[in-house]
């Protein structure tokens, strides 16, 4: 998600005529955890323990608060539009965080409303949203879902997305947001195979290892120097 946020910040201040957005960054955001869908029961969602019930309803009590501050605060329009679309994304994230068996049931009840409302609404973008989210639990971890396909399958919800609710940005916040995540995973030494099912070759540069103390150090630091980077750059282009 860090990493997705800072992506986030860098199209909103690095790529011509994309509006700087919070809810555009929180998009970003949200868009480097969807990859990880596929994942049938994450080291997180273990180490949480008891606690993971609360981290769930905060993202599902963010999504509300977000919806609150953009129903009261902003003005009809593509703004309020696009906060909307934020909030339920947290939405369906908080509603997502689950494991095993219930987490797969949950997501697709989440995945099967969206796809209706998506229908009732006449929003093909929260259709596709609504299957990407049904079928990434029940797929092998890092296998389609973090390909080069599902990065253009998700730009292209967001493309389908600013054409329905008219607020210029989804395609490339939700586009590079899950980018990056690829990005990330492929300094593992799992790697990525980027074109699956045209070839089962792992891209990758075996910096860190993932869980241990040392790769959660260098996660960290990775972290650090990109957002300084993408903060230097924004500024960079800044008119004083």
């Known amino acids: 998600m860090a990493i997705g946020l800072i992506t986030g910040v860098a199209v909103g201040g690095l790529v011509a005529g994309i509006p700087f957005s919070a809810a555009g960054i929180a998009l ?135 054409q329905n609710l008219g607020w210029h940005g989804i395609a490339q916040y939700a586009g590079a947001g899950y980018a990056s995540h690829l990005v990330a995973d492929s300094l593992t030494k799992s790697g990525v195979r980027w074109f699956l099912p045209l070839s089962e070759y792992s891209f990758k540069l075996p910096l860190i290892s993932t869980g241990s103390a040392a790769g959660n150090v260098l996660e960290i630091g990775i972290c650090l120097g990109y957002g300084l980077l993408v903060l230097g750059l924004v500024i960079g282009r800044m008119q004083f």
């Open 28 to 162: 970003a955001g949200f868009s480097a955890l969807a990859p990880d869908l596929d994942h049938p029961n994450s080291r997180l969602s273990k180490r949480l323990g008891f606690t993971q019930q609360y981290v769930r309803w905060a993202f599902v009590l963010a999504g509300l608060g977000l919806a609150g501050y953009t129903h009261t605060m902003l003005p009809p329009g593509p703004d309020q539009r696009m906060g909307f679309t934020a909030a339920l994304a947290f939405g369906l994230l908080g509603m997502a965080m689950q494991g095993g068996s219930t987490r797969k049931l949950a997501l697709v009840f989440t995945g099967a409303a969206s796809v209706l409302a998506g229908l009732y609404f006449g929003f093909l973008w929260l259709s596709l949203l609504g299957i990407f989210i049904c079928v990434a639990p029940f797929t092998t971890h890092r296998s389609w879902t973090h390909t080069i396909w599902a990065t253009i399958l998700w730009t292209y919800i967001g493309y389908l997305a600013n």
